[in-house]
T-cell receptor
């Protein structure tokens, strides 16, 4: 089956523009994560959805960042009034629900190829 | 915060050489994961280590979890150009299982 897909793969925006990044998770995956990755660095967590519920948005860097997953499948990460510091690769990952509640065991997260955002 | 420190940050070696990458923390973890990320792609899970002292092998890659479960290492034997990439260690966090990554080690293997 298909893996996680993201679009667009590349996005160039002028400072102040709004952008929308799309993630199509693996079919049937309940959990969806967004991460931000600066050049040459490890990804940093932004937000988490379980089905359509956004259960953790502690990593969103400002109120200019907004994510949604209205039908529990496709997710969109929106950045309003983009700034140069928003330039990064935005990764989406999905997984099936964790193996066993209470044991701390989790299913593997499968990552998409990312969207490289450049803000000029 | 339970940070993961990776070293070295950059490594450039010749094909056939051996190398070791380290992932260290001051905190104890229940498990640790290693990923490899190639340019233009997302990270791909290589292995999860769970038990202190555990050693796992994946072809020419050997992963070890420290006895105290505070550190881990990745050793590559006879590196090949196909091993080039960003190597990341990561731990799970919270009820969501979100991943907290180290800053990564960029490996370049020259033919």
């Amino acid at each position: 089956g298909a893996g996680v897909s993201q679009s667009p793969r590349y996005k160039v925006a002028k400072r102040g523009q709004d952008v929308a990044l799309r993630c199509d998770p693996i079919s049937g995956h309940v959990s969806l994560f967004w991460y931000q990755q600066a050049l040459g660095q490890g990804p940093e967590f932004l937000t988490y959805f379980q089905n359509e519920a956004q259960l953790d948005k502690s990593g969103l860097p400002s109120d200019r960042f907004f994510a949604e997953r209205p039908e529990g499948s496709v997710s969109t990460l929106k950045i309003q009034r983009t700034q140069q510091e928003d330039s990064a690769v935005y990764l989406c990952a999905s997984s099936s629900i964790r193996i066993s509640v209470g044991t701390g065991r989790y299913n593997e997260q499968f990552f998409g190829p990312g969207t490289r955002l450049t803000v000029l | 915060t339970q940070l993961l420190e990776q070293s070295p940050q950059f490594l450039s070696i010749q094909e056939g050489e051996n190398l070791t990458v380290y992932c260290n923390s001051s905190s104890v973890f229940s498990s640790l994961q290693w990923y490899r990320q190639e340019p233009g792609e997302g990270p791909v899970l290589l292995v999860t280590v769970v038990t202190g002292g555990e050693v796992k092998k994946l072809k020419r890659l050997t992963f070890q979890f420290g006895d105290a479960r505070k550190d881990s290492s990745l050793h590559i034997t006879a590196a090949q150009p196909g091993d080039t990439g960003l190597y990341l260690c990561a731990r799970r966090s919270g009820n969501t299982g979100k991943l907290i990554f180290g800053q990564g080690t960029t490996l370049q293997v020259k033919p």
